[in-house]
């Protein structure tokens, strides 16, 4: 089998003819030698066929390339260009792809699908905008991206030329091109010109399409749009030129065809009332309109399509009243085509009926003479020299006049709506450029070809001269570029064929000479023809007719029946008739048939001037009339000569069967089609010379496998490529080496992958052999190992068998010694027994006596000893029952009370819960009584049966003894030995009962024991039920909490489509004010003379640790991030986190060092009180002075700080308690509030005691200084009048004692908890080291237990865990001192500012006062605190600088110079300066002030609306002075947050809700704009980034590549795309992110921004992804998830996880695990539909369908694998689009965030220029 499967490897495929597909593959079964004439070969089917082969009548067939290049994009990418390979790809494209584009080259082959597709859709749109083409799958769109970037690259126009058979969808091809260009070229204006150029298409339609046998919107007329635009490439204007209108549609119709679709529209909307007039009915009735006998098309609503019609009409500027006038003719038409022409009875002559109402109706409705038109109908009117005759018609004349007025009727009316479309889409504007669409019909043979086919056929022929021309010129400028040597290519040449038809004496022109005879006809024009140019090659004469002619054209031979060829180029209307219909009353019919130049008019509708590539030739002299085909020749030179002096781009329909099935192709309609639109051309082109490039780079990578290791190392890539080539290929002429691309020959790609595929084979060959043997290996050693082991366990059985013999041998002889033995025993024991009985009867007969003897004494006691106990026994139960008594009367009365409360308590489920604990409790004491007993109840026993064992012995020594006394004969000790033996058997009947009671008193605690635990099964029972009950009761309560929550999510999700329809709205609404802005700067411009003025640069904001305000530095931030804490932890968590009381307490000991540096200030003041006692000074020096002022602020600012955290305290127990009130049901949650509300008592306790000791301090020091100013004055005064002291300073000095005495009480308690503190934390600390020697002794008895290597794996394990823990440790401390790192660095930058604004002032009040120099610090302390201290939170200013106000805070403010200060700065000021406006109740200054500041941040943002950090920078501070307005607006729902002090700052006068709706619509547009300002920045990046760039070195592979590395389609700008990497990507999304939360922004606000610039990541790449073949790879899949894992991490990194964002990624991520996964088994379908839950299922099917193998050892998905899928997803209801939109945005919302900050310590900086504002 192997053999077999290797031989087939090395078969030949080739391709061979086939009558019915064209083309069959087959392979070559044995070597061919030159000169052979038999091919052996075997078909798919596994048929041998012998296939002749000769030298010119069948040449060799056709190689077939490698399966890796089969569904290549681009056609020119195939290793062997030949027909075969090119319809086999397009054939495996369209059926098991469904891909209808490919590229040729230059050319876009479109396959009409039959069938919609959703892959035209905006999305789409904004996907190929932008990149270069080949770089997505072929499109239509990247067709025309390409048109409008090499416009505006090349400074050139373009065209795009779209040609094809009739239902090949050339129609659909063009209008999809023009949507492009409307929505990437959008006007700059309001004027809508792409709206309109759109508009056209519906109308054009109408009246230029039908249906046709092979088409149901067949256009019968060509058109080339010209789509105009300006300097900035937007679309200002569009021209349509038309050729060749299909006029004898309008009178006659194949069957199953149809008129125009305009007559059918009409008739289906007749019913409207505005149409009354036009007396029509249906279509049916009508003889234009019937002659194809169907009128309908399947699928189309005539009456909706004319409504479009009509509304395209009034979107055109067309007046209703015109619209009216063309219905009017259109309806006359048809009403002509049923006037009924009577014959008259000599044949000659005719009439119509005055009866006929069709004529009237006709006449009526163009405002013409009845009498007049019914006469010139039937009459014609010959004018010679001399005389003019009036000449009767025959009936068919007159038909034939009659049908050739309707047609010059609808001509000139399809003239006229070309015209006015073209007036309406001109514009005044100066054009720029234009790219024009050439929607024409292709070449056409039927089996009856006109005068119609004759001209299409001829401007096919000049449309291919051109399309060759082209094409030979972009190959040699290729070519030139690489400096690749040109040799001369022979392409076909149809010069020889036009010459035919236009040159002088050619067909056209001796038709117009046949046309000039007045009785030429066909015949004599067929004969001139088969003179004059029977000898060309490209003209023939059939065998079998005299009026047709064939002509040889470069796709076909086609016949052409002579028939009706005058008349059609003649286009006869009969003067009369047409003088009748410029007479109408009607204006507008009157201008209808007004004479025009038609050059003149073409020419003045073209605006854009083309400069022709050659000049016109010279038309001869005719007459004023011209004919159809002079004026086709003249339009289609004006045409080529246009395209001549545009760039091309071709775009070439194909019609895959000519049944209109979907998705079903025949090949020899294809092939066909092929030759006659040149694609095979393009190929014979592209493959006489290089067809296959490689870029140097690509080679490396794909053909390195090929090289040596020096050439792989080398750092020449371009000389190892040579090298490689060199070595490979022998033949130089079969590559060349261009500047950056190596050029193929054709077959040579195929080689060089036939090279790389056996050097890989080769290389798995190695590795399978390798693994083979290793597994051989590992089989001998399993093998051997079990052989080792069978050997040990037979040896081991044989030595156990002879040890089990000879165990055997010895227990024999043990057995027979043993037998022996007892044999001689027993008969000794047997004479034994014999004496022993015979003195056993003796003694028993003596004893017998004895003991009857004693029985009867015995038996009298007993009876003395029942009486007295009876009598006793009486006496005490009358006494015990009538205590019973007395006590069950008294037990009874309490029962009955228990009875009552037990009953309340019953009710309870917690009664229940205690019942069946103590049950528990008293089962588990009754088993342990029960466990006591027994064990009582076994020693017991145990004595007894030692009792029993001791009298045994016993006995048996006294009946020795007696033995030894009878032997003796002693009566006296025989008589002491039955005394003795009569006390031993009492003693054993004493046992026996003994073990008799305590048999009876085990049986009785068993009996207790049953009926204890049938007790407790009847309670665990009532346990179990009311578990059931309150199980039954919680489950209700979730299913109501679950409804509760279900109604939420409902409100939530309507509320969210709400808010999305109103941002929608709020969107729109600034799109439309965006425009009144531009329309105002238009009317600003046209008013003043524009200037230069240059934008102001862009500075990104200082990246600085700490971005927060220069504050009064108040050092409750701990506790106050604290109470927070708890708040956002919740009471369950933050009851037993002992973090949080941590910072508390830290928060007293920083209050109790503080106590005692003021406790050494006052013993060092006592110091210099007592020195000041000894010596006499002089009074307080201003150094004391000083000193005294800044221990007293000290003393105000601990105060404060006392009372701030004693408010913190009871806000935090307050909020505990509220919360634990909602969830009293929990146990847990109450142990956790009472544990927090007793640390949380404590700690207030000793915050107290701390606050009574400053008190005292602050006492003591003021006592102290009045003291010392008391004793100085006191010295002073005895100094002067030595008079006593009074009793006020006694009675001072005796409340200093009583306080220092109390503080020392103070101390001493202080001391004391101090000592019980670190007592506590003492025994604490030895029950944790305990702990930790317990579990050391653990480890280490368990360390020993194990083997040594397990003790080696252990203590690794036991040191990775302890220096992860201690790693953690770290961790947070490094966390906590870069945290008081930023504080401090942030207090210095505070503390900075005001020192040198405090310096600046000090020393001009130093120089104005000249004083002496106090202590710096001090003064500055003093001054900052007396400022804060008097600052009430609001800013004044003046009317006047109202504008300065907002020029400074708004319009001249950088982000960058706020950087250093609070986040949010200007809000801040803005709401200060709202707050001083309310709090003077001036209306109108609030007003002003909020309708200046919105319209001033607006401006800004239309400024710089590309710049994230201006625009991050207001939509901060725009949230936060909404949310300022909310905070202090007085309401109670934005105030449970606020601070006391915040309260008081709320407005007093006035309610700002709408400014605060406005100000919430400007968050919304300022958000969506940031969106936008992010999505352009990072939009260029994604696809580079997330899909091409290499994250995981060396994991891409590189295909050969076609179209897509032609230079000319590419951008010379190296800075592109592709030199993002996902690096760069998300150092962007981290500036993002570091901008916004540098400004403040709310961390809501960041994550809905993060979430939203994800779902743009994840649309855009998923887009390109489903666009691109190259990438659906399963190298691509491991890229792609590597990259979404570390965007995944990135969010991690910012704590941005929880925003949502890593939920957008999922479809993006199931698509890369889409592209690894094995898609063979019907497991991996069901995998699959599974896993891939958030892609749609034409996602599913697209990326399976696009999925590329890079090398053959990787197999596509086949596509039964593809069905599978698709059958499994029918059920799913998916969106029936294939692409994500990339314009999605979720619903944006700003959470309330109260801001913590004290406006009253807000400080300006300098730099703001701020001076006007006066703080209040």
């Known amino acids: 089998m192997r053999a077999e499967q290797r031989k087939r490897l090395t078969f030949t495929r080739v391709w061979i003819p086939d009558p019915e597909d064209v083309w069959k593959a087959a392979e070559i079964t044995r070597d061919y030698k030159e000169g052979e004439s038999v091919l052996h070969l075997k078909l798919e089917d596994e048929t041998p066929l012998e296939y002749p082969v000769g030298q010119k009548s069948n040449p060799l067939p056709f190689l077939r390339n490698p399966d890796i290049l089969v569904g290549e994009n681009d056609l020119t990418a195939l290793s062997y260009l030949h027909e075969p390979a090119v319809l086999h790809n397009l054939r495996v494209r369209f059926l098991e792809s469904n891909n209808i584009y490919t590229y040729c080259g230059i050319v876009l082959v479109a396959i009409n699908p039959y069938e919609q597709l959703q892959i035209y859709g905006e999305e789409v749109i ?355 570029k690489e400096q690749i040597p040109w040799t001369l290519i022979d392409f076909y040449d149809n010069q020889p064929c036009i010459d035919l038809i236009e040159a002088r004496l050619g067909i056209l022109d001796l038709l117009d000479e046949e046309c000039k005879v007045p009785k030429g006809t066909d015949q004599n024009w067929a004969q001139k023809l088969y003179k004059q140019h029977s000898s060309s090659v490209h003209f023939q004469k059939p065998r079998m007719s005299n009026i047709s002619f064939i002509i040889n054209h470069f796709a076909d031979k086609v016949e052409y029946h002579c028939e009706g060829f005058l008349e059609k180029n003649r286009d006869t209307v009969y003067e009369e008739q047409i003088n009748i219909l410029k007479a109408s009353q009607f204006q507008l019919v009157a201008d209808l048939f007004h004479e025009k130049d038609d050059v003149t008019s073409s020419s003045k509708t073209s605006r854009v001037n083309v400069r022709p590539a ?413 578990n059931q009950k309150l199980l039954q009761h919680s489950k209700s309560l979730e299913e109501d909490d679950s409804s509760v929550s279900q109604r939420e999510v409902s409100l939530q999700s309507e509320l969210d489509a709400e808010r999305q329809r109103y941002q929608n709205l709020l969107k729109e609404f600034s799109r439309l004010e965006q425009r009144y802005d531009n329309l105002k700067e238009e009317v600003s411009l046209s008013k003043f003379h524009p200037g230069h003025r240059r934008n102001p640069s862009n500075q990104s904001s200082l990246e600085s640790d700490s971005n927060y305000p220069s504050i009064s530095t108040s050092e409750v931030g701990d506790t106050e991030d604290s109470i927070q804490l708890v708040e956002e932890m919740g009471v369950e968590k933050a009851a037993m986190d002992i973090s949080l009381f941590m910072k508390l307490q830290k928060r007293v000991r920083e209050l109790e060092q503080e106590r005692k540096r003021l406790q050494a200030n006052v013993d060092k003041m006592e110091e210099l009180a007592k020195r000041r006692d000894s010596e006499v000074k002089s009074p307080t020096s201003e150094q004391e002075t000083a000193d005294l002022a800044y221990n007293s602020l000290k003393r105000q600012e601990l105060e404060s700080e006392n009372k701030k955290l004693k408010n913190d305290l009871n806000e935090l127990r307050k909020t505990v308690a509220e919360r634990v009130s909602q969830n009293s049901s929990s146990n847990e949650q109450q142990d956790g509030y009472n544990v927090l509300l007793s640390q949380l008592k404590s700690a207030s306790e000793e915050l107290e005691a701390r606050k009574e000791e400053v008190l005292i301090l602050r006492t003591q020091i003021v006592s102290a200084a009045a003291q010392r100013q008391d004793k100085n004055d006191h010295i002073q005064d005895e100094n002067n009048s030595k008079e006593p002291i009074d009793e006020e300073e006694a009675l001072k000095a005796y409340h200093g004692l009583c306080e220092s005495k109390k503080l020392l009480e103070a101390q001493l308690q202080s001391q004391s908890r101090q000592h019980k503190d670190e007592l506590e934390a003492l025994h604490t600390q030895i029950e944790l ?39 953690l440790d770290l961790k947070e401390l490094v966390e906590k001192l870069e945290k008081n790192e930023r504080k401090l660095k942030k207090q210095l930058r505070i503390y900075m500012k005001k020192v040198q604004e405090l310096e600046v002032s000090q020393a001009a009040a130093a120089a104005a006062s000249q004083t002496g120099r106090s202590n710096p610090e001090l003064s500055r302390q003093v001054t900052v605190q007396r400022k804060e201290k008097d600052f009430e939170g609001m800013l004044e200013y003046s009317k006047e600088d109202e504008g300065l106000l907002v020029k400074s805070l708004i319009a001249d403010i950088r982000p960058n110079t706020v950087s250093a200060t609070v986040p949010c700065l200007p809000a801040y000021i803005l709401f200060m300066c709202i707050r001083h406006a309310d709090y003077i109740n001036d209306d109108q200054k609030v007003a002003s002030l909020l309708t200046s500041t919105i319209n001033a941040i607006k401006k800004v943002l239309k400024k710089n609306n590309d710049d994230f950090e201006m625009t991050s920078f207001w939509l901060a501070n725009t949230s936060r002075l909404l949310h300022c307005l909310k905070q202090y607006s007085g309401d109670e729902v934005f105030m449970t947050q606020n601070t006391t002090k915040q309260n008081e700052h709320c407005l007093k006068n006035f309610d700002l809700a709408e400014y605060r709706q406005v100000l919430s619509d400007l968050s919304i547009q300022i958000y969506q704009q940031l969106i936008k300002v992010a999505e352009s920045i990072i939009q260029p990046m994604i696809v580079s980034a997330m ?230």
């Open 614 to 1026: 050659k000049s016109l030739p010279k038309a001869p002299n005719k007459e004023h009339r011209k004919t159809v085909g002079l004026q086709f020749r003249s339009s289609l030179h004006l045409l080529m000569e246009t395209l001549n002096a545009t760039t091309p781009h071709y775009v070439r329909c194909i019609k895959p069967n000519d049944l209109k099935e979907a998705f079903s192709f025949d090949s020899s309609r294809a092939v066909q089609q092929l030759r006659a639109c040149g694609v095979l051309e393009t190929i014979r082109i592209s493959a006489a010379g290089y067809p296959s490039r490689w870029t140097y780079p690509d080679f490396f990578s794909r053909y390195r496998v090929l090289m040596k290791k020096s050439d792989i190392t080398s750092a020449d890539k371009k000389l190892a490529c040579k090298n490689l080539l060199e070595t490979l290929v022998k033949d130089s002429d079969m590559f060349q080496f261009g500047k950056t691309k190596i050029f193929f020959r054709a077959g040579q790609v195929a080689y060089l992958e036939k090279l790389r595929a056996d050097k890989f084979r080769a290389a798995c060959i190695k590795i399978q052999k390798t693994v083979r043997g290793w597994l051989q290996r590992v089989r001998y050693r399993k093998i051997r190992k079990s052989a080792v082991t069978l050997q040990r366990y037979g040896r081991g059985y044989l030595a156990r068998r002879f040890a089990e013999q000879l165990r055997l041998t010895r227990a024999a002889l043990v057995c027979q010694k043993q037998y022996r033995m007892v044999q001689t025993r027993r008969a000794y024991l047997r004479v034994r027994q014999a004496v022993i009985t015979i003195q056993a009867f003796t003694r028993g007969m003596f004893t017998r006596r004895i003991y009857q003897e004693f029985l009867l004494h015995h038996k009298a006691m007993i009876i003395q000893r029942s009486v007295r106990g009876w009598l006793q026994r009486r006496k005490f139960r009358r006494a015990r029952d009538a205590a019973v008594t007395i006590q069950c009367a008294y037990r009874r009365l309490r029962a009955k009370r228990q009875l009552k409360q037990l009953k309340i308590e019953a009710r309870s489920a917690e009664h229940l819960k205690k019942l069946n604990t103590g049950m528990e409790n008293k089962i588990v004491q009754l088993q342990r009584k029960m466990d006591d007993q027994s064990k009582e109840l076994r020693h017991q026993n145990e004595q007894l049966v030692v009792t029993n064992s001791s009298l045994g012995s016993e006995v048996t020594k006294l009946q020795k003894q007696l033995e030894h006394l009878r032997s003796r004969r002693d009566e006296g000790q025989l008589t002491s030995l039955q005394d003795e033996l009569q006390t031993a058997r009492e003693e054993l009947r004493e046992a026996k009962k003994l073990q008799e009671e305590h048999g009876s008193e085990k049986l009785r605690l068993q009996q207790r024991v049953e009926e204890l635990e049938r007790e407790n099964c009847l309670l665990k029972s009532e346990k179990e039920e009311m």
């Open 1587 to 1816: 899909l091409e760039s290499e994250s995981i070195p060396s994991l891409a592979g590189v295909k050969p590549m076609g179209y897509r590395n032609r230079s000319s389609s590419m951008d010379n700008d190296g800075s592109g795309p592709s030199s993002y990497t996902l690096e760069a990507l998300i150092r962007q999304l981290g500036q993002f992110h570091a901008v916004m939360r540098d400004h403040g922004l709310d961390p809501e606000i960041v994550g809905q921004v993060v979430r939203q610039l994800f779902n743009c990541i994840n649309a855009v790449t998923l887009n390109n992804l489903l666009l691109r073949k190259d990438v659906c790879s399963w190298s691509t899949g491991m890229q792609l998830r590597y990259n979404t894992s570390q965007m995944e991490e990135w969010l991690r990194g910012n704590n941005l996880y929880q925003s949502k964002a890593a939920a957008t990624l999922e479809p993006i991520i199931q698509a890369a695990q889409l592209l690894q996964v094995k898609k063979k088994t019907t497991q991996d379908a069901e995998a699959i539909c599974s896993l891939c839950s958030s892609l749609t299922t034409q996602q599913i099917v697209k990326i399976l369908n696009l999925y590329t193998p890079l090398n053959e050892f990787e197999e596509r998905v086949t596509v039964s694998f593809i069905r599978n899928i698709q059958n499994r997803l029918q059920e799913r209801n998916d969106p029936p689009q294939l692409l994500l939109d990339t314009k999605q945005t979720f619903p944006v919302l700003f959470p309330y965030t109260p801001s913590a900050l004290s406006l009253e310590t807000l400080h300006i900086p300098a730099s703001l220029n701020l001076d006007f504002l006066i703080r209040v």
């Open 126 to 480: 904004n996907a190929y905008t932008g990149q270069n083409m080949g770089d997505m799958d072929p499109h239509i769109f990247a067709v025309a991206e390409e048109a409008y970037k090499q416009m505006a690259r090349d400074e050139r126009n373009q065209s795009i030329i779209v040609s094809g058979e009739s239902g090949a969808g050339k129609t659909v091809s063009a209008k999809y091109a023009m949507r492009f260009f409307a929505t990437v070229g959008g006007s700059a204006n309001d004027t809508n010109v792409e709206e309109k150029v759109l508009a056209s298409s519906p109308i054009m339609e109408a009246i230029g399409n039908a249906k046709t046998t092979r088409n149901d919107n067949s256009s019968r007329f060509g058109k080339y749009i010209q789509i105009v635009f300006s300097r900035h490439y937007h679309i200002i204007g569009a021209n349509m030129r038309t050729y060749l209108l299909e006029k004898s549609r309008v009178v006659f119709q194949a069957e199953d065809e149809r008129n125009y679709h305009i007559f059918y529209q009409l008739c289906a909307s007749s019913t409207l009332p505005e149409f009354n007039d036009l007396s029509l009915t249906s279509a049916e009735d009508f003889t234009y309109t019937s002659l194809g006998e169907n009128i309908f098309i399947e699928g189309v609503n005539d009456a909706e399509d004319f409504q479009k019609t009509r509304e395209a009409f009034t979107l055109l500027g067309i007046k209703d009243s015109s619209q009216s006038s063309i219905f009017k003719v259109i309806a006359s038409i048809l009403h002509l085509g049923n006037v009924q022409i009577c014959s008259e009875r000599d044949g000659e002559s005719c009439r119509i009926s005055r009866d006929d109402l069709h004529l009237k109706h006709f006449c009526r409705l163009l405002g013409v003479e009845l009498q007049q038109m019914e006469h010139w109908l039937c009459h014609r009117k010959l004018v010679t020299a001399s005389e003019t005759y009036v000449k009767n018609m025959s009936s068919k004349q007159a038909a034939n006049a009659r049908d050739a007025l309707a047609k010059h009727i609808y001509a000139r009316m399809f003239d006229w709506i070309v015209e006015h479309i073209n007036k309406s889409l001109q514009t005044s504007s100066k054009q720029h450029s234009f790219i024009g669409v050439l929607d024409i019909y292709g070449f056409e043979t039927f089996e009856v070809n006109s005068f119609e086919q004759f001209c299409i056929n001829y401007a096919n022929e000049k449309l291919q001269q051109q399309f060759n021309s082209h094409v030979f010129k972009l190959e040699q400028e290729e070519y030139m």
């Open 1329 to 1367: 080291l305990k702990d930790d020697i317990e579990k050391k002794q653990e480890i280490l008895n368990y360390t020993m237990s194990l083997s040594p290597e397990a003790q080696v794996e252990y203590s690794v394990q036991q040191e990775i865990t302890r220096l992860t823990n201690d790693n």
